[in-house]
């Protein structure tokens, strides 16, 4: 007996030849397979049977079409049974791109020559601000040095009167005193007197006004300090008054 056709289901999943394309299924329906089987009808000995019993026989050379509905395959895995899906294929590993490197190469090299011409900048300043600071305090000193001696110059005529007094003796009681205190103060400030009997005449701290010749010495010698000379320091105030005596 030959089976009879299935009649194409409007809500089943597939197509029928020459209609139209498959519905969508319902959301929350898992996936389907269809499984379909054509073979063609051709004449049998109970064909006639078939159209006695009133059946609807297929004309002969249709094709007959069955269809077997698969509702769900599951997949074992690890964790459980899951529904099957496409399978997760990891992203392969992205290569190191050999072009990135040179770039950041030479922005390293160049941020190392900006590094190292920074670093230029800040020595030579440094060394500039060093070489100012050295020559403030060298022209600080000068003009503290060259101010006290203003000051000491101007009270070198009280000390010549005091040597003078000092000669004849008359620094004597409290006088005296005060005088020794007003050249030890004077003293502290770097003021040094030089110009004694008998030194060595030297032209650029004695100022010769008398000339002798003498069989007592073997140089020029200071025989007479008419005027004592002072300095500040390594400053020269002032030269020594003196008579010299030559050897003959």
Same mark, same amino acid.
Do not use: W
């Given at each position: 007996?030959?089976?009879?056709?299935?009649?194409?289901?409007?809500?089943?999943?597939?197509?029928?030849?020459?209609?139209?394309?498959?519905?969508?299924?319902?959301?929350?329906?898992?996936?389907?397979?269809?499984?379909?089987?054509?073979?063609?009808?051709?004449?049998?000995?109970?064909?006639?049977?078939?159209?006695?019993?009133?059946?609807?026989?297929?004309?002969?050379?249709?094709?007959?079409?069955?269809?077997?509905?698969?509702?769900?395959?599951?997949?074992?895995?690890?964790?459980?049974?899951?529904?099957?899906? =496409?399978?997760?294929? @990891?992203?392969?590993?992205?290569?190191?791109? &050999?072009?990135? +490197?040179? *770039?950041? !190469?030479?922005?390293? $090299?160049?941020?190392?020559?900006?590094?190292?011409?920074?670093?230029?900048?800040?020595?030579?300043?440094?060394?500039?601000?060093?070489?100012?600071?050295?020559?403030?305090?060298?022209?600080?000193?000068?003009?503290?040095?060259?101010?006290?001696?203003?000051?000491?110059?101007?009270?070198? =005529?009280?000390?010549? @009167?005091?040597?003078?007094?000092?000669?004849? &003796?008359?620094? +004597?009681? *409290?006088? !005296?005193?005060?005088? $020794?205190?007003?050249?030890?103060?004077?003293?502290?400030?770097?003021?040094?007197?030089?110009?004694?009997?008998?030194?060595?005449?030297?032209?650029?701290?004695?100022?010769?006004?008398?000339?002798?010749?003498?069989?007592?010495?073997?140089?020029?010698?200071?025989?007479?300090?008419?005027?004592?000379?002072?300095?500040?320091?390594?400053?020269?105030?002032?030269?020594?008054?003196?008579?010299?005596?030559?050897?003959?």
């Amino acid at each position: 007996m030959t089976e009879k056709p299935r009649a194409a289901d409007p809500g089943a999943t597939g197509s029928v030849p020459g209609g139209s394309a498959p519905a969508e299924p319902a959301a929350g329906d898992g996936p389907r397979v269809v499984i379909r089987n054509n073979r063609k009808i051709g004449k049998t000995e109970e064909a006639p049977a078939a159209a006695d019993a009133g059946t609807d026989a297929p004309a002969e050379g249709l094709v007959e079409e069955t269809e077997v509905v698969v509702d769900e395959i599951e997949v074992e895995t690890v964790e459980g049974r899951v529904p099957a899906g =496409p399978p997760v294929v @990891d992203a392969p590993a992205q290569p190191v791109d &050999g072009g990135a +490197v040179a *770039p950041l !190469g030479a922005e390293l $090299e160049a941020l190392r020559a900006e590094l190292d011409e920074r670093t230029r900048d800040l020595q030579r300043v440094s060394a500039e601000y060093a070489n100012y600071r050295k020559r403030v305090d060298r022209d600080r000193g000068l003009v503290q040095e060259q101010a006290t001696g203003s000051v000491l110059a101007a009270l070198l =005529p009280i000390l010549d @009167d005091l040597d003078r007094a000092r000669e004849h &003796g008359d620094l +004597v009681g *409290p006088f !005296g005193t005060v005088a $020794e205190q007003l050249t030890t103060a004077l003293g502290k400030f770097g003021l040094t007197p030089f110009g004694e009997q008998g030194d060595p005449f030297d032209p650029t701290r004695h100022e010769a006004v008398a000339h002798q010749t003498s069989a007592d010495v073997d140089e020029p010698t200071c025989v007479q300090v008419m005027r004592r000379g002072y300095q500040l320091g390594e400053r020269l105030l002032r030269p020594a008054l003196v008579a010299v005596a030559d050897p003959e």
